[in-house]
C-alpha cells in the first residue's frame, strides 16, 4: 500500500545532541510537509518543500533542518538550537503544494531525557 | 496514549447516535476546508474535503456543511460507531497557507 512511513515512534534526545526523524513517502508526491503538534494546539508548519532539492522554511524553522535529495524521503532533524523540542512531529505529503488533502504519517514522539 | 487531544473541547454521544463537530474558521478569503480524524497515536487521516464555491458534500456517513458568512465550518457523522471516537480537527487553506484548528475530541458511549 502507498503511504508515507516515520520513523522511529518514539524518540529521546539529550542536551545538546541532534536527533533525525525519517520520513518516507512511496506515494509519488512532490509535495512534503513536517508540522509540530503540541496539546491543544493546532498544527505548526515546520519545513515544507516542492520539489527535490528545494525546501523552505515554515512558521516554526528555528532550531530544525531539513534535506530533500531524493522525492521520497524528507528527513528532519531537531537540533540543539532548539528548547522546547518535545512534541509530537508528524510529516505529510500531497501532489502538489496547495489546496489539496495532505497524506500523514503516523508520527514521531520526541522527549527530552 | 498520546497527550495531543488535552485541552481540547469534548463532545461525548450515545453510540447510533449523530455527531455534529464545528469548526470557526478565521480567513474569510480561504477557499478550501478539510476535516481530519487523529485516533490516539497516529497521524491525521483526510476525511472529507469543500471548496468555498460549495455549501455542503457528502461522504459515507459524514456530511461537511459550509457557512461562509459567520465562517463556520461543520462535521456531521451519522450513526456515530464507537470506532469514530478519535479527535477531529478542520484546515483552511487560501493559496498555500494551510491554518489547522486545534479540534475536538470525540467520545462515544457504547
Known amino acids: 500500500d502507498g503511504g508515507i512511513t516515520q520513523s522511529p515512534k518514539y524518540l529521546f534526545r539529550k542536551e545538546g545532541q541532534n536527533v533525525t526523524l525519517s520520513c518516507e513517502q512511496n506515494?509519488?508526491?512532490?509535495?512534503m510537509y513536517w508540522y509540530r503538534q503540541d496539546p491543544g494546539q493546532g498544527l505548526r508548519l515546520i519545513y515544507y518543500?516542492?520539489?527535490?532539492?528545494?525546501?523552505q522554511k515554515g512558521d516554526i524553522a528555528e532550531g530544525y533542518s531539513v534535506s530533500r535529495e531524493k522525492k521520497e524521503s524528507f528527513p528532519l532533524t531537531v537540533t540543539s538550537a532548539q528548547k522546547n523540542p518535545t512534541a509530537f512531529y508528524l510529516c505529510?505529503?500531497?501532489?502538489?503544494?496547495?489546496?489539496?488533502?495532505?497524506?500523514f504519517g503516523d508520527g514521531t514522539r520526541l522527549s527530552i531525557l | 496514549g498520546e497527550s495531543v487531544g488535552l485541552h481540547l473541547p469534548t463532545l461525548s454521544v450515545q453510540e447510533g447516535d449523530n455527531s455534529i463537530i464545528n469548526c470557526a474558521y478565521s480567513?474569510?478569503?480561504?477557499?478550501?476546508f478539510i476535516w481530519y480524524k487523529q485516533e490516539s497515536g497516529k497521524g491525521p487521516q483526510f476525511i472529507i474535503d469543500?471548496?468555498?464555491?460549495?455549501d455542503k458534500r457528502q461522504g459515507q456517513r459524514v456530511t461537511v456543511l459550509l457557512n461562509k458568512t459567520v465562517k463556520h465550518l461543520s462535521l456531521q457523522i451519522a450513526a456515530t460507531q464507537p470506532g469514530d471516537s478519535a479527535v477531529y480537527f478542520c484546515?483552511?487553506?487560501?493559496?498555500?497557507?494551510?491554518?489547522f484548528g486545534a479540534g475536538t475530541r470525540l467520545f462515544v458511549k457504547a
Open positions: 505529510a505529503s500531497s501532489m502538489k503544494r496547495g489546496p489539496q488533502p495532505q497524506h
Open positions: 506515494l509519488n508526491h512532490d509535495a
Open positions: 518543500s516542492q520539489i527535490v532539492n528545494d525546501f
Open positions: 480567513n474569510s478569503a480561504s477557499d478550501y
Open positions: 469543500i471548496r468555498s464555491n460549495m
Open positions: 484546515a483552511e487553506t487560501e493559496g498555500f497557507k494551510t491554518i
